[in-house]
């Protein structure tokens, strides 16, 4: 039986938001906790890095709000993602932010640091680290990581490349602490089939690009519904690190998706102008879309996925 942390043992559904570059903003957070999943948003979001406190602050008092008004369904717990990369010369300032808020859950990529661990350690909060293979695995939790996203192939974003079964099960091989699986989940019955691999929650993010409150242009979410898996294309051209993007804005960009070059990994920006530039006009994307069939509140989609998931359940004990 792994080891839950006490702030993830009251979700409504094994979820955890995951939290989407440009996309994320503290309605979509808010929505995803009062739903009783995990909501998340990155830092960088926040633009200026002043604006991050008032996020923080909006949020942490709606969701207060909110549990005092629903004491029998109290919000889910939510969490800032932080990318640890030298280039996020905003990390320290925004860790400084995150102290204050005392910020539940962190969500930190892209490097393994563990000063950032103890700082999130110190307030009280969980650390959870996301990582597209076993080795990088191993040093997250060498460095003080509570838990664990494995990013397996399929996911939207920067994205790894392998088989969610062999990432799970080589994981689970040494760690029975939280772990959470990403890649081409959006589903009910994925969800669950996510927690029979070995996987605590599933992580979910292109699902929710295609609701109401999420701060995508009508065209990149009304593009969610109507693509496919077919639609995706791997490549690591427009941040330095491979991910999943959406075939049509890459066309939309004057590039040919079949014929994309590689980029030099040595020049990776994720925190600066030209990498917001870079997500806002190609759009990330995992490979799960295909079962997404409207644009609807963030509430909604997630009634739909506790519905789908029971469902699943209910056909496995029949079976």
């Not at 004491?71 to 969490?79: H, R, S, T, V």
Request: glycine share 10%; charged share 15%; with cysteine.
């Amino acid at each position: 039986m792994s080891r839950i942390p006490a702030v993830l043992q009251k979700l409504r559904l094994p979820v955890i938001g995951s939290p989407l570059f440009i996309i994320s903003n503290p309605q979509l957070v808010i929505a995803q906790c009062q739903a009783g999943i995990v909501g998340s948003m990155p830092a960088l979001n926040a633009r200026p890095a002043a604006q991050l406190d008032d996020w923080l602050a909006e949020i942490t008092e709606t969701l207060a709000a909110w549990d005092a008004a629903h004491p029998d369904q109290p919000a889910a717990p939510f969490a800032i993602n932080q990318i640890v990369h030298k280039s996020n010369d905003r990390l320290e300032q925004d860790m400084q932010i995150c102290a204050k808020y005392k910020v539940p859950l962190v969500i930190t990529s892209l490097g393994a640091r563990e000063d950032v661990n103890q700082g999130v350690h110190g307030w009280g909060g969980v650390v959870l680290h996301d990582v597209i293979n076993n080795k990088f695995a191993h040093k997250a939790i060498e460095k003080g990581a509570d838990g664990l996203i494995a990013v397996a192939a399929g996911a939207g974003g920067h994205a790894g490349s392998k088989s969610p079964f062999a990432l799970v099960q080589e994981i689970r091989q040494w760690f029975d602490g939280p772990l959470v699986l990403s890649g081409a989940i959006a589903s009910g019955g994925a969800i669950l089939a996510a927690q029979a691999m070995g996987a605590d929650f599933a992580y979910m993010g292109s699902a929710f690009i295609a609701t109401a409150e999420a701060r995508a242009s009508e065209a990149y979410k009304q593009a969610i519904v109507d693509g496919n898996s077919d639609d995706i294309v791997y490549t690591n051209l427009f941040t330095g690190v491979h991910g999943n993007y959406m075939a049509q804005s890459i066309r939309a960009a004057g590039l040919d998706p079949e014929n994309l070059p590689e980029a030099d990994p040595s020049k990776m920006n994720f925190g600066g102008n030209a990498a917001a530039k870079a997500w806002k006009d190609i759009w990330g994307c995992g490979q799960g879309i295909g079962t997404i069939g409207k644009v609807q509140p963030a509430g909604a989609l997630v009634a739909q996925l506790q519905a789908e998931y029971q469902a699943a359940r209910q056909r496995l004990q029949l079976a």
